[in-house]
């Protein structure tokens, strides 16, 4: 009974998704299965990077928090003792040789975002006058002060009832978002190279499933016909064919092992696993396509690239900081209020008992102007900040017609894919069925070895090219993490 090649050209039987690699794996008894998202979600959880740009916007939160810090209310307390010998002190007409004085003060400040400034302070002394002569002065030999007050300042003009705050909040919203995006749009960068590596790897693995398959049938093929030419059949030069095509075949199985392990080690720099440990068992079908706008964040709206959209987040921010600039140049028309209470006791304590008395009051009401004279330099810094807030427009806008660009693009070449994928894929069914019937042809004796060699090189290379462009084609879908819908 003669051998037959029957079935050595066909392509290789399909092996369950689930099951891709779990021939590789041996040894790996701790290995767990994961798709794409729980790949993409070990990458966020365990690469260094996603850690610290995730740490990086909590950081920009904290930072437009503390931005407020001149809201913050303050407290102030003091104490102090003076020992006045000087000839000049108010009591020493009076014949006073010594003015002691022990003090006391506390205060609390607060700005409020409507831009009220305000002060409460509370203060006592302990005063003694030593060598008072006149009788009628007696009663100023030792006594106690106290005084509670309040101020309170509004800005009519410049910051007229908070228009500042008002504009520092608009600013650090905007180049909050933009900061925070930023961080954002570089991991969205980095789970696509992620994606990237992951295709990468199920490429890898079809194609060193590809080769095997390709060898093992080029050594049936070189075995088949060493025997022909053993028994008169076929010449020597069949044979040297048969031996080249195990050649090329082992050729191209080492290669695509060492290409395996390239893609494995990528995939373990994402996930950040030491070579030492075991590699994960990873599940994916190359030949299942997504339709790229599922993979663009947001609802409905204008699609646009994640940088387009930070730029015009920058050019937010710098129109609020000319119209900051224009503020923060305004005359200040400021009104303020004073009102404090005296109390004048025999000693400390009765003073601080008695610091709301309200018998003897100093009252004071201000209204100040300040203008700032409009000279050159004055004009350029406003000038400055509308020209950086407007070239900030023209790139928004720029990058915005880019980024519509870019999308098109990318849908296009997506589809050109597509057709490209579909093509392979029956040019690739077409090489298989000509490897089957050349196949069918040699063992009759109705074609030569070089036919046979020619169509399984070429069922191989199609198969090869396929896989290849499948992976392309899940690489462009990934690139749609790069966009985000915003409103009109």
């Known amino acids: 009974m003669t051998e037959s090649t029957e079935g050595l050209i066909c392509m290789p039987r399909k092996l369950p998704r689930t099951l891709l ?64 010998k000087s000839p000049l002190s108010q009591f020493a007409l009076f014949g006073v040789s010594e003015t002691k004085t022990t003090s006391y003060n506390l205060g609390f400040n607060k700005k409020f975002s409507t831009g009220t400034s305000a002060k409460i302070w509370a203060g006592t002394s302990q005063i003694e006058n030593v060598g008072i002569q006149d009788p009628q002065l007696a009663a100023y030999e030792k006594f106690g002060f106290g005084q509670m007050g309040i101020s309170l300042s509004q800005s009519l003009w410049k910051d007229f009832f908070g228009a500042a705050t008002r504009l520092r909040w608009e600013r650090q919203d905007a180049a909050t978002a933009a900061e925070k995006g930023s961080y954002d749009l570089q991991k969205r960068g980095l789970l696509v190279q992620a994606e990237s590596a992951y295709w990468e790897y199920l490429y890898a693995i079809e194609n060193l499933k590809t080769a095997q398959g390709s060898l093992e049938r080029a050594r049936k093929i070189e075995s088949w016909t060493r025997r022909r030419v053993n028994d008169g059949i076929s010449d020597r030069a069949d044979l040297l064919q048969g031996q080249a095509l195990v050649a090329g075949r082992q050729l191209a199985l080492i290669t695509a092992e060492d290409e395996l392990e390239t893609a494995k080690q990528a995939v373990r720099d994402y996930l950040e696993i030491p070579k030492t440990a075991p590699f994960p068992m990873i599940e994916g079908d190359i030949n299942v396509s997504r339709p790229i706008n599922t993979l663009v964040t947001g609802g409905q709206g204008r699609v646009v690239q994640v940088e387009a959209y930070l730029q015009s987040l920058d050019a937010k921010a710098r129109s609020v900081v000319a119209e900051e600039v224009d503020d923060a140049y305004r005359p200040d028309l400021v009104l303020t209020g004073d009102y404090t209470t005296n109390t004048l006791k025999k000693d400390m304590p009765e003073a601080t008992q008695n610091l709301t008395d309200t018998t003897r009051p100093t009252a004071k009401i201000a209204l100040n102007f300040t203008y700032m004279f409009d000279t050159s330099v004055k004009s350029a810094t406003r000038n400055a900040a509308r020209k950086e807030a407007l070239a900030a427009r023209l790139q928004a806008e720029r990058k915005l017609i880019d980024s519509d660009s870019s999308w098109s693009e990318l849908n296009r070449q997506y589809q050109e894919m597509t057709k490209r994928v579909e093509a392979a894929s029956q040019l690739q069914k077409l090489q298989t069925d000509r490897a089957r019937a050349t196949n069918e042809l040699f063992n009759k004796g109705r074609t030569i070895t070089m036919n046979v060699v020619d169509a399984e090189n070429d069922a191989a290379t199609a198969e090869l090219n396929l896989s290849r462009l499948k992976s392309l084609q899940r690489k462009m879908e990934a690139q749609g993490r790069l966009y985000m819908t915003v409103e009109e």
């Open 21 to 84: 690699v779990s021939f590789l794996l041996v040894g790996a008894a701790k290995s767990y299965g994961m798709n794409l998202q729980e790949y993409l979600k070990n990458v966020e959880a365990n690469h260094k990077t996603v850690k610290s740009l995730d740490i990086s916007k909590e950081a920009a939160d904290d930072r437009q928090v503390a931005g407020d810090i001149d809201l913050v209310p303050t407290m102030g307390a003091g104490v102090s003792y003076t020992s006045d």
